[in-house]
């Protein structure tokens, strides 16, 4: 009996944007945790390793030299400067998984959406990931007790000015219960994976599958 066909897929993007305190990282970790196929993207940043950090596996740890010189050689998929340090998303892992039919996750703003989707068109999918309402968003940014009242402000002020962005994504869904915006978000993923022009190996499948039909 023949090996059962199979179809090649390259793999996708996915982007997952929100205001902060929205749980953005809590969907993130459950769906890396259910699906191997599916990898963080490493960023590259300026900052000093903290002591638990691991090259590779937290961040690339880079002096602003090299950094500003893979932005040069258009190395970086997306970048930006945050409170003195550069972050960014090199563009040679990414590709390399997207080629081995594997799918890359990334945990980035609208403007980072932005920079991705235009390095890679075609390849990028968008989930923007939206509060319950206001009232819910400054209430979990309360229940964490880590932030000043200034810094809950400035988050919530925040919040209003990415929001109006959310009409550039390509899916949205509303975290009210996590267990059921992971449930939206793997759908969306899976759906995202079985569009046509993923399937890279199709006319092989096709082929493949007629040869094993029965002559009359």
């Known amino acids: 009996m023949s090996e059962p066909a199979t179809i090649k897929r390259r793999g996708l993007c996915l982007v997952l944007a929100a205001p902060s305190g929205t749980g953005k990282s809590a969907i993130s970790r459950a769906l890396l945790a259910a699906d191997p196929n599916l990898i963080l993207s490493i960023s590259v940043t300026t900052r000093k390793p903290r002591p638990y950090e691991k090259e590779g596996v937290h961040y690339f740890f880079r002096d602003q030299e090299e950094f500003d010189a893979m932005v040069a050689a258009g190395d970086m998929l997306e970048y930006a400067g945050v409170f003195g340090r550069s972050y960014g998303s090199p563009r040679g892992p990414v590709e390399g998984a997207l080629s081995a039919g594997r799918d890359v996750l990334f945990d980035i703003d609208w403007q980072g959406y932005r920079q991705v989707r235009a390095s890679l068109p075609g390849d990028v999918v968008g989930l923007y990931i939206m509060p319950p309402s206001m009232a819910e968003l400054e209430a979990r940014l309360r229940a964490r007790a880590s932030d000043s009242e200034k810094e809950i402000l400035r988050r919530m002020a925040t919040a209003v000015a990415e929001i109006s ?20 978000a793997q759908a969306v993923l899976t759906a995202s994976r079985l569009k046509l022009e993923r399937l890279v190996g199709l006319d092989a499948f096709t082929a493949q599958i007629c040869e094993q039909a029965p002559t009359p």
């Open 165 to 184: 962005h959310v009409e550039e994504f390509d899916y949205v869904l509303v975290n009210n219960v996590l267990d059921e915006a992971v449930a939206q």
